[in-house]
């Protein structure tokens, strides 16, 4: 858990499960601001506020740190990907059409030009957006089924991915892929 402090700048194969990395130490880090009381008591009186102030900071890092665009292995590293933490944890305690319209400014600005491939941010603008709607999706039983399967199998998926989908592109399917 300590590639990105201790690993290469290029990308290699310890690089493959920087997302764990990025979660297990920006939860400790948001572990340790919550034992001061100050920083508790804030986050129990107003919730979003101490969301987007987390947000705030953490993307004035990023910007500091590498900017819009984040290189191929900067965009992996755990400083430059804790605003995507502190956005999630926004989306999460915003209450009302202006809270979320405003995460849905700060997610669209901030994930435009970080990948530097506008396919990739469109599609994780848009599951943020979704994920902002903040009210059921109906679905017809056999779809709702098959959310529901593929829900249930997220974290495997999410782990096992990239050992999959470089295949699929070697093979001739990028939308597979």
Do not use: K
Not at 3 to 27: K, S
Not at 98 to 124: S, Y
Not at 129 to 143: G, I, Q, S
Not at 160 to 166: A, I
Request: with cysteine.
């Amino acid at each position: 858990l300590l590639n990105g402090v201790l690993g290469r700048d290029t990308w290699d194969d310890d690089w493959q499960f920087w997302f764990i990395e990025a979660v297990v130490l920006g939860y400790l880090a948001l572990a340790v601001l919550l034992v001061l009381p100050w920083v508790d008591r804030l986050v129990h009186r107003r919730p979003f506020a101490a969301a987007m102030t987390a947000l705030a900071a953490t993307l004035a890092l990023r910007y500091a740190t590498v900017g819009v665009e984040a290189g191929p292995s900067e965009r992996y590293s755990v400083a430059v990907v804790l605003w995507c933490i502190a956005l999630g944890w926004a989306a999460a305690a915003a209450r009302g059409r202006w809270q979320h319209a405003l995460v849905a400014l700060v997610a669209v600005v901030a994930i435009t030009g970080f990948f530097d491939d506008g396919r990739r941010e469109a599609i994780v603008v848009v599951g943020v957006l979704v994920l902002l709607l903040d009210r059921p999706v109906p679905l017809p039983r056999v779809a709702a089924l098959l959310v529901g399967w593929i829900s249930a199998a997220s974290l495997w998926i999410y782990l096992t991915q990239w050992q999959v989908y470089p295949e699929l592109e070697a093979a001739g399917h990028p939308q597979l892929a």
